[in-house]
């Protein structure tokens, strides 16, 4: 029996109907984490198990091991590309991908599979956490990054970073400035935005739930500021960009898609 045939016997079973995959957000959000370095949130995926988690996963084979092999690749080509559009080395990606895929083939239990799972998000997320903060500051200016990375969710205000360094807050102010040509306040709602987009790109959440998460005084001072940096409202940067995972076809008609 040809393999169309299978499939339209199966699809006219009705088990079919209930399999439902996990909500692609979820996904989308993870790959984020991963290549927007937040090693925080990567760390929190693997504790809650969410790997291994079967409900809403696709079975790709009817062997465990081979089926939860063949999702490890998967994750780690999207995490590679992902990685790689958002400031990576083409080659430390590509070698990172092969490295960890290699490794695969000498592990034969399910949990084995998780443990590299966790080691190679993980490992990708604290190389891109270095790539897209860099290093290149001064100690107290990359913990005051730290900072707000790690805080982001909540309002921040200089005070609050000047005593979680031991400094003042004209200090960390002048310094701050002076070695990012950004204020604080700038950087902060900067990288406040930057979650909002990846939210309304990759989640379902409404416009004020957004601005409630990212703690913006009200929904209207979100749309402001947002339309001030993104130069579009959120409404219609998700209309733009909503579930756009990545531009696959630009790189293949550019040949960027090719190793």
């Known amino acids: ?102 490794k695969l083939d000498d592990i034969h239990t399910v949990e084995g599979v998780r443990s590299l799972h966790d080691e190679m998000v993980i490992d990708f997320a604290e190389k891109m956490r270095k790539i897209t903060r860099g290093d290149t500051n001064s100690k107290h200016i990359n913990m005051c990054k730290e900072y707000i990375y790690a805080h982001i969710k909540e309002r921040i205000t200089i005070e609050d970073l000047a005593d ?41 959440y409404s416009v004020i739930d957004i601005a409630n998460r990212l703690s913006f005084s009200s929904q209207s001072h979100f749309i402001q500021q947002f339309r001030e940096i993104v130069g579009m409202t959120p409404k219609k940067f998700r209309d733009i960009n909503y579930m756009v995972q990545w531009d696959i076809e630009k790189e293949m008609d550019t040949g960027e898609g090719d190793k």
């Open 164 to 204: 979680e360094l031991g400094v003042s807050a004209s200090y960390l102010s002048r310094l701050f400035k002076k070695e990012t040509g950004d204020s604080v306040s700038a950087y902060i709602r900067e990288k406040k935005i930057e979650m909002a987009k990846n939210l309304l790109q990759y989640s379902e």
């Open 1 to 102: 029996m040809g393999s169309k045939n299978e499939w339209l016997l199966l699809e006219a079973e009705d088990d079919i109907d209930e399999i439902e995959h996990r909500h692609p957000t979820e996904e989308f959000l993870f790959y984020q984490a991963v290549s927007g370095g937040d090693v925080e949130a990567v760390k929190k995926n693997c504790r809650d198990g969410r790997f291994l988690d079967e409900e809403g996963v696709g079975v790709l084979s009817r062997n465990p091991l081979i089926n939860i092999k063949y999702h490890f690749v998967i994750t780690t080509a999207m995490v590679t590309r992902l990685c790689k559009q958002r400031g990576m080395e083409l080659e430390q990606a590509y070698r990172m991908s092969d490295f960890y895929i290699q």
